[in-house]
C-alpha cells in the first residue's frame, strides 16, 4: 500500500525550458556542453547543487570559467531560473488532491537560485510557494547529497520514516527512478513536461492493488 508519493521537481511539477537557460549561461561566456547536462551538472554547477559552495562562491567560478572579471547574483539567478517555463495549475491542484491521502515530499538535484524563485509566491498563479503543496522538501543543496546516489533517497526515507515498499518516487529521469528503486522505493518515470496524473493514477491503482 503506497502511503508517499515523491516528486522530482523541474519538467515534473513545473514545465522546463533547458534551451533558454543554456542560452543565457552561453550568452555569458559559459561552456554548457562542459558543465550542463540535462540531468546532471558538473564542476562548480555541481558543486552548487550538491551544497559544496554557496551562490557567491559560484559567482566567482563562473566568471573564471566564463572568462569575465565578474558575474552578478542577479546575473547568476537570471541563467538558473532559465530553466523554469511555466507552473501549470492542473498538477498543483492534483497535488492537493493527492495531499489528503498521501504524504507528499519533494525530491529535487536543485540550487539556492532555482529556489529562491520557486518557494515563493511568483511559483504559482494563485500565489503559493512550491512548499504549500508538500509536506517536506528534500533539496539536494541542502541535504549535500545528489540523486541518483543512494544515499540521497535512504536519508529521505530515515528522515520523515517512510518504509520504501509504501513509498512511490515520480521523476523525468530514467537514472533517478533506477536509483530509487536500488533501495526498495517504487518508480514511476514520466516524460518532461507532460501530463502524469493518467500514469500516476494507473501506477497507484496497480501498487494499492498489490497490497
Known sequence: MIKNILFDMGGVIFDQDTDQALERFRALGVDTDKYLGKYEQQGCFLDLEIGRIGEEEFCEKMA??????????????????????????????????????????????????????????AFSEEGKPISDYFDSLFLSCE???????????????????????????????????EGAESVGIHGLYVPTNTDWRPLLAAKLEELNSNK
Open 64 to 121: 573564471e570559467i566564463a572568462g569575465r572579471d565578474h558575474i552578478s547574483l542577479n546575473e547568476a539567478a537570471r541563467c538558473w531560473q532559465g530553466f523554469y517555463k511555466s507552473t501549470p495549475l492542473y498538477k498543483l491542484h492534483a497535488l492537493e488532491e493527492l495531499r489528503k491521502n498521501y504524504h507528499l515530499g519533494l525530491l529535487s538535484n536543485t540550487n539556492p537560485f532555482m529556489m529562491a524563485f520557486t518557494d515563493s509566491k
Open 143 to 177: 541535504m549535500k547529497l545528489y540523486k541518483p546516489s543512494k544515499d540521497i533517497y535512504l536519508e529521505v526515507l530515515r528522515r520523515d520514516g517512510m518504509k520504501p515498499e509504501e513509498t512511490l518516487f515520480v521523476d523525468d529521469s530514467k537514472r533517478n527512478i
